[in-house]
């Protein structure tokens, strides 16, 4: 290098340059490249070890035919409303009740939150054993004189998925509802009282005013709730490992199993690409309107 | 409104006595509170009820469980369950407890947590205040990536852990806490550096310091608070793994989580509820030490980073 010569573009902010290598490979390798070869090779067959020996779709067909995924995606979906539904609106409701000036505030917020503290393991075990129809709700009420009472959802494959929604609900709340008050601590103290001086009741003005207003803050829960679902693994494993029989399965423990137990791992990689394509479908357009509008993070 | 007047402490009575100021008073036992107190205290209990159901079944004898009911409080206190919890509950042919996964979770925890926070602040450092061409793009590249489904990333992650030969070892599982914790904590920095003066950065130029002078002088010891939210939602965070703790690892590394569920889930022996539950408890108490330790800060950490999902 002569020093009469401008410095080489690559040389400026050499430093900086340096100090992001581990961004650049995460980016690069883990997340661009560990991405592109799972989708490459969910076009193989590969089955012990990932060998490029493609076979076209026929993973897809494959796993569009086997029982056990067309079992997990509808566990996904019901699960998914559930959570989506109920989260939203228990967490809505939380806040705007946190948010009426009350005391101990701090209190109820802590308790809200705790459980979000806790693992999916912690939580899925704690409601297997409440769950459980010889010692837990069921076997308390019987208890108490009713004696055909029924609630065994982790033993009883139609609704074991409401089972472990129950558990995933009690578990994400808490962390909704913080989102929710924050975005109401956001709002317009006068909205309120322009609202009050029209006589506009309550229920209305949170309806057609503030939520309305919060929209952002919708949008940014709706994503966070939605990327969270698709990622459901360990609260199954803990509850109930998939059971009884195939039926509390998702997609996230079946890429695992395929992938780790069954060495199929051609299967692993076409379910983990529609999971992927799944995400997509949510996150795209939600980074374009974030990210691609204006330039600002 | 009649059982309203009979009500009122004396001292507002003799205000009343003035002429009626300031706003109208509120009764504390009026309907609209009784239903707000009301709705929250049911809700609150409804969360804690599992908290006290595991604190009690931990405490209870086997016989006990077996009569009573699983929300009575325990006739005859028994620590037992959580001695055998720690030190004697098997997975497997191991019979040493959980107190092998705690601290393989410690081993796992603090590296990762000093690592993944080291690169993330230079890298937040790096993209506010230094940016070079390109930057922006790789930073973007990140955040998507943080949504990605880790299940698509897991297979590619074993290949390379395997070439560099740190497959089910604990540096291996210290680089994938590090990998997956940087889009968050990246971003988390980045926004905390950008909204520092600017002067503060230039006056430091002028000075003639440089890039790693300045983050050591100046940014680090300015960022304290972010440092230590990044810290709680890290230990939280990794402590709670199971993925990839169970993918990286092998059974004599396995961290808490794992060793957990093996436990708890295991199909050989008679089940031991009044163990798992002391169990559960033991590996859910360092996450809810430092939730209760941390009060606000939690609130903040997971608020800006509630991007993780």
Same mark, same amino acid.
Request: aromatic share 14%; glycine share 8%; proline share 5%.
């Given at each position: 290098?002569s020093?009469?010569?401008?410095? &080489?573009?690559?040389?400026?902010n050499?430093n900086?340059?340096?100090?992001s290598i581990?961004? =650049?490979?995460?980016?690069?390798?883990v997340?661009?490249?560990?991405?592109?070869w799972?989708v490459?090779?969910?076009?193989? &067959?590969s089955?012990?070890?990932?060998?490029?020996n493609?076979?076209?779709?026929?993973?897809?067909?494959?796993?569009w035919?086997?029982?056990r995924?067309?079992?997990?995606i509808?566990?996904?979906? =019901?699960?998914?409303?559930?959570?989506l539904?109920?989260?939203l609106?228990i967490?809505?409701v939380l806040?705007?009740?946190?948010?009426?000036?009350?005391?101990?505030?701090?209190?109820?917020?802590?308790?809200?939150?705790? %459980?979000f503290?806790?693992?999916?393991i912690?939580?899925?075990?704690?409601?297997?054993?409440?769950l459980n129809?010889?010692?837990?709700?069921?076997?308390?009420?019987r208890d108490?004189g009713?004696e055909s009472?029924?609630?065994?959802?982790?033993?009883?494959s139609s609704i074991?998925?409401?089972?472990?929604?129950?558990a995933?609900?009690?578990?994400?709340?808490?962390l909704?509802?913080?989102?929710?008050?924050?975005?109401?601590r956001? =709002?317009d103290?006068?909205?309120?009282?322009?609202?009050?001086?029209?006589?506009? %009741?309550?229920?209305?003005?949170?309806?057609?005013?503030?939520?309305?207003?919060?929209? %952002?803050v919708?949008?940014?829960?709706?994503v966070?709730?939605?990327?969270?679902?698709?990622k459901?693994?360990d609260l199954?494993?803990?509850?109930?490992s998939?059971g009884p029989?195939i039926?509390?399965?998702? %997609?996230?423990?079946?890429?695992y199993d395929y992938m780790f137990?069954a060495?199929?791992?051609g299967?692993?990689?076409?379910?983990?690409?529609m999971?992927?394509?799944s995400v997509m479908i949510?996150i795209?357009?939600?980074?374009?309107?974030?990210?691609?509008?204006?330039k600002?993070v | 409104?009649?059982?309203?007047?009979?009500?009122?402490?004396?001292?507002t009575?003799?205000?009343?006595a003035?002429g009626p100021?300031?706003?109208k008073?509120?009764?504390?036992?009026s309907?609209r509170n009784?239903?707000?107190?009301?709705?929250?205290?049911?809700?609150?209990?409804?969360?804690?009820l599992p908290?006290?159901?595991?604190?009690?079944?931990?405490l209870?004898?086997m016989?006990?469980i077996?009569?009573?009911n699983?929300?009575?409080?325990?006739?005859?206190?028994?620590?037992?369950?959580?001695?055998k919890?720690w030190?004697?509950?098997?997975?497997g042919?191991?019979?040493d407890?959980?107190?092998?996964?705690f601290?393989?979770?410690v081993r796992?925890?603090?590296?990762?947590v000093?690592l993944?926070?080291?690169i #993330?602040s230079v890298?937040g450092?790096a993209l506010a205040?230094?940016?070079?061409k390109g #930057?922006?793009?790789?930073f973007?590249?990140?955040i998507?990536?943080?949504?990605?489904?880790y299940q698509?990333?897991?297979?590619?992650i074993?290949?390379?852990l395997?070439e560099?030969?740190?497959y089910?070892?604990?540096?291996?599982?210290?680089? *994938?806490?590090s990998?997956?914790?940087?889009?968050i904590?990246?971003?988390?920095?980045?926004?905390?550096?950008?909204?520092?003066?600017?002067?503060?950065?230039?006056a #430091?130029?002028?000075?003639?310091a440089?890039f790693?002078?300045?983050?050591?002088?100046?940014m680090?010891?300015?960022?304290?608070?972010?440092?230590?939210?990044a810290?709680i939602?890290?230990?939280?965070g990794?402590?709670?793994?199971f993925?990839?703790? *169970?993918?990286?690892?092998?059974?004599?590394?396995?961290?808490?989580?794992?060793?957990?569920?093996n436990?708890?889930?295991?199909v050989?022996?008679?089940?031991e509820?009044?163990?798992n539950m002391? #169990?559960?408890?033991?590996?859910?108490?360092?996450p809810?030490?430092v939730?209760?330790?941390?009060?606000?800060?939690?609130?903040?950490g997971?608020a800006?980073g509630?991007?993780?999902?």
């Amino acid at each position: 290098m002569s020093k009469s010569e401008r410095p &080489n573009q690559l040389f400026r902010n050499l430093n900086a340059k340096i100090a992001s290598i581990p961004m =650049i490979l995460t980016a690069l390798v883990v997340f661009v490249g560990g991405t592109a070869w799972t989708v490459l090779y969910s076009f193989t &067959n590969s089955k012990l070890l990932p060998r490029l020996n493609f076979v076209g779709l026929d993973q897809y067909y494959r796993l569009w035919s086997t029982p056990r995924w067309l079992v997990s995606i509808e566990n996904l979906l =019901i699960y998914g409303v559930l959570s989506l539904v109920f989260s939203l609106v228990i967490g809505f409701v939380l806040a705007a009740l946190l948010d009426q000036k009350i005391r101990f505030e701090d209190t109820f917020r802590t308790i809200f939150l705790y %459980p979000f503290a806790l693992s999916f393991i912690v939580t899925g075990l704690v409601w297997q054993w409440l769950l459980n129809p010889d010692f837990g709700i069921q076997h308390v009420v019987r208890d108490l004189g009713w004696e055909s009472f029924s609630f065994d959802p982790l033993y009883n494959s139609s609704i074991v998925i409401y089972g472990i929604s129950i558990a995933a609900l009690w578990q994400g709340t808490g962390l909704i509802m913080c989102l929710m008050l924050a975005g109401l601590r956001g =709002i317009d103290e006068d909205i309120w009282k322009a609202a009050r001086v029209d006589g506009i %009741p309550m229920w209305k003005t949170y309806l057609f005013i503030i939520i309305p207003m919060m929209r %952002p803050v919708f949008i940014t829960t709706l994503v966070i709730i939605a990327s969270g679902i698709v990622k459901v693994y360990d609260l199954v494993v803990a509850q109930t490992s998939g059971g009884p029989g195939i039926a509390s399965e998702v %997609p996230a423990k079946y890429v695992y199993d395929y992938m780790f137990f069954a060495q199929n791992l051609g299967q692993g990689f076409a379910a983990s690409t529609m999971m992927l394509l799944s995400v997509m479908i949510v996150i795209v357009p939600w980074a374009y309107l974030e990210f691609g509008g204006k330039k600002r993070v | 409104m009649s059982d309203q007047a009979v009500s009122l402490p004396p001292a507002t009575i003799g205000r009343e006595a003035s002429g009626p100021s300031g706003p109208k008073p509120r009764h504390r036992f009026s309907r609209r509170n009784i239903f707000l107190y009301g709705t929250l205290i049911v809700v609150a209990l409804y969360y804690l009820l599992p908290l006290y159901v595991m604190v009690v079944t931990s405490l209870k004898g086997m016989p006990e469980i077996r009569l009573g009911n699983i929300f009575s409080p325990p006739l005859e206190i028994t620590f037992e369950p959580w001695v055998k919890a720690w030190s004697q509950a098997c997975t497997g042919l191991n019979c040493d407890g959980l107190s092998r996964g705690f601290w393989n979770s410690v081993r796992i925890t603090v590296p990762s947590v000093i690592l993944s926070i080291a690169i #993330a602040s230079v890298n937040g450092y790096a993209l506010a205040n230094w940016r070079f061409k390109g #930057a922006d793009t790789f930073f973007v590249i990140l955040i998507v990536g943080a949504f990605i489904p880790y299940q698509v990333m897991i297979y590619p992650i074993v290949i390379i852990l395997r070439e560099i030969g740190l497959y089910g070892s604990l540096s291996g599982l210290v680089i *994938v806490h590090s990998i997956f914790g940087m889009p968050i904590l990246t971003l988390l920095f980045r926004n905390y550096f950008s909204s520092m003066p600017e002067e503060l950065f230039r006056a #430091a130029r002028v000075d003639g310091a440089g890039f790693w002078g300045i983050y050591l002088r100046i940014m680090l010891p300015m960022s304290l608070p972010i440092f230590v939210v990044a810290v709680i939602l890290q230990v939280t965070g990794i402590w709670n793994d199971f993925l990839f703790g *169970v993918v990286y690892t092998r059974p004599d590394t396995y961290p808490m989580t794992v060793q957990l569920n093996n436990i708890v889930n295991s199909v050989q022996g008679v089940k031991e509820y009044n163990v798992n539950m002391a #169990a559960t408890i033991l590996t859910g108490l360092v996450p809810l030490i430092v939730y209760f330790l941390s009060g606000k800060l939690f609130v903040r950490g997971i608020a800006a980073g509630a991007v993780k999902g």
